[in-house]
């Protein structure tokens, strides 16, 4: 009987494909395995998901040209945790598959071209013709390219021709021309188990072990409970910076791996999984095959790495976001440090929370979790609050280290006295002062790139706007031009204002790039370096800075949120905040959450070592409960006073959350579409739904394209998933373009 496959194709689209076996297979192929299909003209290598058995015709459905695995790539709980993320987040499936797949480095796919009879008649009519179009003239060099003897050509060859793609196009169409799709096997084939994980570490057989204090200590044996008892459950390990949460995850990992089960680690940043998997190669040896997995790896790295952990060669994976795919076996443990950072959510389809998809793959795989964190979000608390999650805690630093005392600078007081408004005010300029006297070092956090925030018209008060985007330009001085920080727009600063021509243009706010010139002048001898996007490009760069402030080469380290995670500085006695006020201003649910969270995972980089820290807060608004809070580094009663707001606004913890946005190069389509939604949304509102919108998203206009938003909050998770699962399908049927309605289940931001 034939065989019926599902296929998840990396292509833009909610649903999935059905294929035959190949008949030259005495058995299908393995659900999980890879496979080379035919779609449309082209081969796309895809993923077995179902096999069913099927009696009678299956006319018209195309054979799996080849499978790539003899062993599935994805094991039946990661097929099932892709099919969650797509349901969940209301992703396109295949796309979804693309993330969790290695990248396909073992073979290379060639689509062959060749000419039809047809195809040779209508070259003789083209030819006759007294005048030919230039279309015409491009379909006529094509067809001319073909041997007499009736062989194929490569469809590359063809596209290289100006007009060639299209021209491809409408001759595959007429039938002159047929595809074909052939893959060939790259000699010397990569990936597979024979790729060992590259340098063997360095391990050293007593790196460094701490004796537990009774938190941590009590804290492991809660973990070590759930993994004996082999169940999935949910722990919220609650540490102020400086804890010592890492000596729980480590401890955590070997009791995993003496069960004989593997465990996958997941930290905010790339930067981070380097020093990470460092320390677990040190203390596991080099027998747990520590494996790292990032999206910065290239692709026969990333792809060896994969087939080690595939293989079982690897038990402990160390990884950012897209690591929660890692294709580990009997896992036993997931750790998500730092589980409140932005970065675990992917703004790009599919709009995934690694934090989250952990969870459900731990719930499917009976693993305990480790949720880490100084400032849990506010939705992991309230699942402690509710008794869903274990609640952790090491309210402590390790050693009796006291936490660093946190003084706030009221800028307006400032201002009254010195009467200028400068970046650094007159007590952090001090106080760095004091720092380079000592021999110690200064960490200044200033949370914008560049050199001034934008340009500003006296006569028309009009910004420098992007040319895509409804967004200010801002100056980048060192490159000499204005840059969109959303698209790739850049041009020089104009000479009068694009808006009315006014001569008088000024640059407003001070950027890393300003605050690093500004402390260059003011302490000529220091030695001092910034850190954030435009001064670092690359990860080497990047180390090299953090290695050089580690070393003590450096006074002064100066940039982005960048530094304020992870690290741990140990003659760090002065962390200055140059504005505690910019995350605050921005128009989103989370900015309150956003600025404690920085203001207290900064203050957590001073004193770390045996020296103590100080950390000065710059503000305009010190009354602010985010920032009152944050200074006094006191989680629960920021929790109290955020969560008032939240349920009051039915925001999430209390409400599930989407943002949808619809979106096109034409304000009328967008608006019309946006229209439609709202009536296919409408009749949501009974079964408790809030829908806002539609109204002009934040970014109005993003990389040229208009944008209409819709905010829905629902009481109940399954009513939003159910609603909005039938309102795109509603939009198929309105024939509204895929691309055009984008959702973003749980958003972190509403820009
Ligand atoms: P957190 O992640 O909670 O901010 P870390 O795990 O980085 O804190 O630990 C902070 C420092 O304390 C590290 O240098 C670590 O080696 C050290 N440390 C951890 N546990 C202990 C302990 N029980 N005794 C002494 N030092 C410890
Ligand atoms: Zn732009």
Known sequence: MPELCEVALPVPLRTTFTYAAPASLDAPPACGARVVVPFRNRALVGVVLACTEQAGVRDGIREISEVLDAEPALTPALIALGRWVASYYLAPVGEVFRSMLPPVVEIRAVQEISRTRAGGEYLRELEALEERTGDERTEAAILRAFPSDGAPLRAARLRRLAG??????????????????????????????????????????DAPRHALNPEQLRALEAVRADLAAGQFHVNLLHGVTGSGKTEVYLGAIEAALAAGRSALVLVPEIALTMALSRLLEARLGPGAGVTVLHSALGDAERSAAWWAVRSGAARVVVGTRSAVFAPLERLGLVVVDEEQEASYKQEETPKYHGRDAALVRAKLEGAAVVLGSATPSLESYQNARRGKYRLLELPTRVADRPLARVELVDLREDFQRTHRTRALGERLRGAIGERLAAGTQALILINRRGYSWFMLCRSCGAAVQCQNCSIALTWHKRRARLLCHYCAFSRPAPAVCPKCSGKYLYFVGEGAEQVEEQLRAEFPGARIARLDRDSVRTQQAYRKILEGFAGGELDVLVGTQMLAKGHDFHRVTLVGVVSADLALGLPDFRAAERTFQLLTQVAGRAGRGELRGDVLIQTHYPEHYAIQCGARQDYRAFFEREAQFRRAMHYPPFAALANVIVRDAKLENAARWARQLAAILAPAEERGLKVLGPAAAPLARLRGEHRLQFLIKSPRRSVLTETLTRALGACAEKEIPEGAVLVDVDPIGLM
């Open 164 to 205: 060639g793609e299209m021209a491809m196009a409408r001759l595959l169409r007429r039938g002159a021309l047929e595809a074909r799709v052939i893959t060939r096997r790259r000699a010397g084939r990569a990936g597979g188990v024979e790729f060992a994980s590259e340098a063997p570490p360095e391990w050293s057989p």
